[in-house]
């Protein structure tokens, strides 16, 4: 299994960006894909997923309104547009794969795979 993030990038406070995962060697049928951030010195942080249903998104407080996780089954690819972008944005972001319960959605440990990691740096 694979998950490769891309769309990371300098970008200036109230700008946009549009991050992309594509997942090899899974399907997402009973997975739920979420998309985590880590900024420097700070541990993971949820930012935004799907549930394993695929019919429930859920976002952190920090991004609601401002993000939107989308994602083409076809193409096995999960999206994370970011408008509104503020300088605490800034981190690296990454996408996962599991099958966390229900209550565990925003947990990153219950996450199996993960990709690389994007940069995103907004700039004040």
């Known amino acids: 299994v694979q998950l490769q993030a891309s769309g990371g990038g300098l970008v200036q406070a109230g700008g946009s960006l549009r991050l992309s995962c594509t997942a090899s060697?899974?399907?997402?049928?009973?997975?739920?894909m979420a998309w985590f951030r880590q900024a420097p010195g700070k541990e993971h942080e949820f930012v935004a997923a799907?549930?394993?249903?695929?019919?429930?998104?859920y976002y952190s407080d920090s991004v609601k309104g401002r993000f939107t996780i989308s994602r083409d089954n076809a193409e096995n690819a999960v999206y994370l547009q970011m408008n509104s972008l503020k300088a605490s944005d800034t981190a690296v972001y990454y996408c996962?794969?599991?099958?966390?319960?229900?209550?565990?959605?925003?947990?990153?440990?219950?996450?199996?795979?993960w990709g690389q990691g994007t940069l995103v740096t907004v700039s004040s």
């Open positions: 996962a794969s599991g099958r966390p319960i229900t209550s565990a959605t925003m947990t990153p440990n219950t996450y199996t795979y």
């Open positions: 060697g899974l399907t997402f049928r009973g997975h739920a």
């Open positions: 799907f549930s394993r249903s695929g019919g429930s998104t």
